[in-house]
């Protein structure tokens, strides 16, 4: 499936910025980040302030950045998560796009095995600006299931983390936790 994917830094877009007729959700995000904190991530500001989710059919709202994307679901189901994190994924200085693309669809099969989550989104872009090139989604049933089951293994987060560290730089990527919230089914 392909969405378009709309980053906003200072403002939550409206539902009336959306004149299209496919679905829009908009992921604003929390004023507490503390969670991310939890499992060594930053727990400020991530520099944006919501994220919008429409058809790629739609015209292109206004935003500071916006990315054609093609959507892969690793698992899970559609619907609304209690704890939720976007990360705005750029990859390592000097990777071409195809190996970058390439190890993060395989990461799948990593976090599938290392992750508690109830759902896995990985939305690598096809076109548009750069300094992104993929937005992930992890989703989880709760709270606990965050904390408790983040990672599964006693292993978990070291083998993830190698992973990662192979096609992530991780001090340009940015993750936030976000409310989902559903303008047009």
């Known amino acids: 499936m392909r969405r378009r994917c709309t980053l906003y830094r200072n403002r939550v877009p409206t539902p009336d910025e959306f004149p299209g007729s496919g679905p829009v959700s908009v992921d604003e995000v929390l004023t507490d980040q503390s969670l991310l904190g939890i499992r060594g991530g930053s727990a400020s500001n991530p520099g944006w302030v919501a994220i919008a989710w429409s058809d790629a059919d739609d015209p292109s709202p206004e935003g500071d ?15 609304r ?11 390592l200085e000097g990777s071409d796009a195809e190996g970058f693309a390439e190890c993060y669809r395989r990461h799948a099969l990593v976090a ?25 989604e ?48």
């Open 138 to 185: 992890l989703c989880f049933a709760s709270e606990g299931s965050w904390i408790d089951d983040f990672y599964l293994l006693a292993d978990s987060a070291e083998v993830v983390r190698k992973d990662v560290r192979g096609f992530i730089d991780l001090r340009s990527t940015s993750s936030a936790l976000v409310a989902e919230k559903v303008l047009r089914p």
């Open 65 to 79: 950045g916006s990315w054609l994307v093609d959507t892969f679901v690793a698992w899970g189901k559609p619907g």
């Open 81 to 91: 998560s209690a704890v939720k994190q976007v990360s705005l994924v750029v990859r």
């Open 112 to 136: 599938q095995t290392h992750h508690g989550m109830a759902r896995y989104v990985q939305n690598p872009v096809i076109d548009g600006p750069p300094g992104v090139d993929a937005v992930s």
